[in-house]
């Protein structure tokens, strides 16, 4: 319902909001339900199992650390799918696109000469992961508004294409002998939680959440208060009404999947910048692809995907907790658990909403 002046009434607003809001919440509830009848298969008290869970995670510095550092990663692949989502394109390419965004970085790195001031070096070594996440990412969207080819099969291929060239590069020329990986960075790096706060001592944690939490900001701004976000969400709702409308559906495509390749590039500061200070090969490997999940639970808003990242990331950490009481494997099934539920009970919630709507009407 609209209002005179074209603005939502505050039920409408109300009711959005909640179908929003709701679906994850639902499907974390399920989640729990599910995963007592599991614990309790094992033999073990669910309350202690989520009590030792949340201990080794949110209730210390170290698996605090730990889960700040793994859901780094997973928001920006996150954002990189809620990115393309919101255009209406499927993109599963984030796990090539992460790792290039990474390669470049390191090859940043490498290339400026020692003592490069931070200031300098930090900024160019994030661009060339966007820059190298970008293009890999701007590929299959060209592919898509000029031949009209599935986004999803390119990036599917390219995941391959890409991840062997890069494997061969490193192996052929840039590995340090023994191993897998490039030298150590000349400049570049982040810091360490651990640098300023020593109670993080032995936690990957580092600065690269911060450029997580930036790269949510930008994306909200982005999608919400410009015009170029204005059409990509014209497009991913309805692109014949958005081309009527005047909007370049290709170069929107183009521009949606350039801009979600260079956020997945950005998840590749976390190891290289910030943990390692090198690129190794399988360096996050399914990360990208556990970005889907992160952006389905988050409901492809930057905001929802921050939450989503840290709930994985909580669930990955803690299942080292539990590993004595039950077996690791079950934190996998419940992040199954989760994803499935918040598909299924998206259109569910919707229906209850809309007949309680109708009810009160």
Same mark, same amino acid.
């Given at each position: 319902? %609209?209002?005179?002046?074209?603005?939502?009434?505050?039920?409408?607003?109300?009711?959005?909001?909640?179908?929003? /809001?709701?679906?994850?919440?639902?499907?974390?509830?399920?989640? *729990?339900?599910?995963?007592?009848?599991?614990?309790?298969?094992?033999?073990?008290?669910?309350?202690?199992?989520?009590? *030792?869970?949340?201990?080794?995670?949110?209730?210390?510095?170290?698996? $605090? !650390?730990?889960?700040?550092?793994?859901?780094? %990663?997973?928001?920006? +692949?996150?954002? @990189?799918?809620?990115?393309?989502?919101?255009?209406?394109? $499927?993109?599963?390419?984030?796990?090539?696109?992460?790792?290039?965004?990474?390669?470049?970085?390191?090859?940043?790195?490498? @290339?400026?000469?020692?003592? +490069?001031?931070?200031?300098?070096? &930090?900024?160019?070594? =994030?661009?060339?992961?966007?820059?190298?996440?970008?293009?890999?990412?701007?590929?299959?969207?060209?592919?898509?508004?000029?031949?009209?080819?599935?986004?999803?099969?390119?990036?599917?291929?390219?995941?391959? =294409?890409?991840?062997?060239?890069?494997?061969?590069?490193?192996?052929?020329?840039?590995?340090?002998?023994?191993?897998?990986?490039?030298?150590?960075?000349?400049?570049?790096?982040?810091?360490?939680?651990?640098?300023?706060?020593?109670?993080?001592? !032995?936690?990957?944690?580092?600065?690269?959440?911060?450029?997580?939490?930036?790269?949510? @900001?930008?994306?909200?701004?982005?999608? $919400?208060?410009?015009?170029? !976000?204005?059409?990509?969400?014209?497009?991913?709702?309805?692109?014949?009404?958005?081309?009527?409308?005047?909007?370049?559906?290709?170069? /929107?495509?183009?521009?949606?999947? @350039?801009?979600?390749?260079?956020?997945?590039?950005?998840?590749? #500061?976390?190891?290289? #910048?910030?943990?390692?200070?090198?690129?190794?090969?399988?360096?996050?490997?399914?990360?990208?692809? #556990?970005?889907?999940? =992160?952006?389905?639970?988050?409901?492809?808003?930057?905001? !929802?995907?921050?939450?989503?990242?840290? #709930? $994985?990331? %909580?669930?990955?950490?803690?299942?080292?907790?539990?590993?004595?009481? /039950?077996?690791?494997?079950? /934190?996998?099934?419940?992040?199954?658990?989760?994803?499935?539920?918040? &598909? +299924?009970?998206?259109?569910? &919630?919707?229906?209850?909403?809309?007949?309680?709507?109708?009810?009160?009407?």
């Amino acid at each position: 319902m %609209t209002g005179p002046a074209g603005a939502q009434s505050p039920r409408a607003d109300a009711a959005r909001w909640l179908e929003g /809001v709701l679906p994850p919440f639902v499907a974390l509830l399920i989640a *729990l339900l599910v995963g007592d009848v599991l614990i309790l298969v094992f033999g073990q008290a669910p309350g202690s199992v989520y009590r *030792l869970l949340l201990d080794g995670t949110w209730g210390n510095a170290y698996g $605090f !650390g730990q889960v700040l550092y793994k859901a780094t %990663t997973l928001a920006c +692949t996150g954002l @990189a799918f809620a990115a393309a989502a919101r255009a209406g394109l $499927f993109n599963v390419g984030a796990e090539s696109q992460l790792a290039v965004g990474g390669f470049a970085a390191a090859l940043a790195g490498l @290339a400026l000469p020692l003592g +490069t001031p931070g200031l300098l070096a &930090v900024p160019v070594c =994030v661009l060339a992961s966007m820059v190298g996440g970008g293009l890999v990412g701007a590929l299959p969207g060209w592919l898509r508004a000029r031949f009209g080819a599935s986004e999803v099969i390119v990036t599917i291929m390219l995941n391959f =294409v890409v991840l062997a060239a890069l494997n061969y590069v490193v192996a052929a020329h840039l590995h340090v002998p023994e191993t897998l990986h490039t030298p150590d960075m000349h400049a570049g790096t982040l810091p360490r939680l651990s640098d300023v706060w020593a109670v993080f001592h !032995g936690s990957a944690a580092n600065a690269a959440f911060v450029v997580a939490l930036l790269a949510a @900001a930008a994306l909200w701004w982005i999608l $919400f208060r410009t015009r170029a !976000g204005y059409e990509l969400r014209a497009v991913g709702l309805q692109p014949e009404a958005a081309e009527y409308g005047g909007v370049h559906v290709g170069r /929107v495509w183009v521009g949606a999947m @350039a801009l979600s390749g260079a956020l997945a590039g950005l998840g590749g #500061l976390n190891y290289v #910048l910030g943990y390692k200070h090198y690129y190794e090969e399988g360096f996050a490997t399914g990360s990208g692809f #556990l970005g889907i999940a =992160v952006a389905l639970v988050g409901r492809n808003h930057p905001a !929802g995907v921050l939450l989503a990242a840290l #709930l $994985f990331a %909580t669930l990955s950490q803690g299942g080292l907790a539990v590993n004595a009481l /039950v077996p690791k494997q079950m /934190v996998d099934v419940l992040q199954a658990v989760v994803i499935l539920a918040v &598909v +299924t009970s998206v259109p569910e &919630v919707r229906r209850v909403l809309r007949s309680a709507s109708r009810v009160r009407a």
